[in-house]
């Protein structure tokens, strides 16, 4: 099974206008490139999706087998009026697709399944005990919020907020903190740290509930000259903001990439470390990343 999360970021320039126009169909058709290209199970898209110009996005997944899990339009919808605990104008854009085929091995959705103003939502496999996918985009204001944020996915993944035995258990996403940020030491966050951060700072694995995230090993082992991150700024340079953290890791069952490219699209040149042109010409300041777990 495969999931793709991708922060696309916001759409440039003013709405209506033919700078926006073309910036989304860009932007859509690496996507569209990305989606036929791999075909995961669950697609999740972070940003860039709130406005009306959702309808174009949604038809790249409609028209190629995939239905809506979950988008912020659905707080409005008259068959969850009343039952999330948050507004529309609260919702942070993140979507997810899952394809038809795949439908009857996940559980419906329900408003439990969608906290934190919209930022983090579950997804559980029918009959696939134990597997629960937490995808999100974090705060990106204060390390306040941020931190709070990191709590309440240790809350609801750990202490059964959702009734659940988070044993097989993967959050992915935007995290908007760098894996080795001191926010994951924390007790309130209850030490949502990788192993190799675990084993530099000497952390103390509480009951044995710290996190792998693979997202390290994935980018010491390559070789390419350009790979400095998941997220780019024009004012920072590369950071690692998108990562998978998984529970009971086994690295034969469990493979995580970065994307670079699609069989049409160049994202980002990986072989010369000056050119970041493609990848921010498409509008893109995160690199979409893959899980592909064995079940």
């Known amino acids: 099974m495969k999931t793709v999360s991708w922060n696309i970021g916001k759409y440039k320039g003013k709405s209506g206008t033919s700078e926006k126009d073309k910036n989304i169909l860009a932007k859509l058709e690496v996507l569209e490139d990305l989606l036929l290209d791999e075909l995961p199970e669950i697609f999740c898209v972070i940003e860039g999706t709130v406005n009306k110009e959702d309808n174009q996005l949604r038809e790249v997944f409609f028209k190629n087998g995939y239905y809506c899990y979950y988008e912020p339009s659905f ?17 942070f854009g993140l979507k997810i697709f899952i394809k038809e085929d795949f439908k009857d091995k996940v559980l419906p959705f329900d408003p439990s399944r969608a906290v934190y103003k919209g930022r983090l939502i579950n997804v559980e496999l029918e009959g696939e005990s134990g597997v629960f996918i937490f995808l999100h985009r974090n705060m ?47 007790e309130k966050a209850g030490y949502l740290v990788s192993e190799v951060i675990e084993s530099t700072y000497k952390i103390k694995n509480r009951n044995g509930l710290c996190f792998y995230n693979p997202v390290i090993d994935f980018m010491i082992n390559k070789k390419q000259k350009n790979l400095g991150g998941t997220f780019h700024s024009n004012s920072h340079g590369w950071g690692i903001y998108d990562f998978a953290l998984i529970r009971e890791y086994d690295e034969a069952k469990q493979i995580f990439e970065i994307m670079f490219e699609t069989k049409k699209f160049q994202i980002l040149d990986t072989n010369d470390e000056a050119k970041t042109s493609n990848f921010m010409n498409y509008g893109f300041d995160h690199l979409p990343i893959k899980l592909t777990l064995q079940l």
């Open 75 to 91: 707080v409005k919808e008259e068959r969850f009026k009343g039952l999330f605990d948050f507004e529309y104008f609260e919702t």
């Open 140 to 186: 990106s204001s204060t390390l306040k919020e941020q931190s709070g944020f990191i709590s309440e996915i240790y809350d609801w993944s750990t202490k059964g907020k959702l009734g659940l035995i988070a044993k097989n258990l993967v959050i992915l996403g935007d995290f908007n903190l760098s894996p080795w940020s001191s926010e994951y030491f924390t």
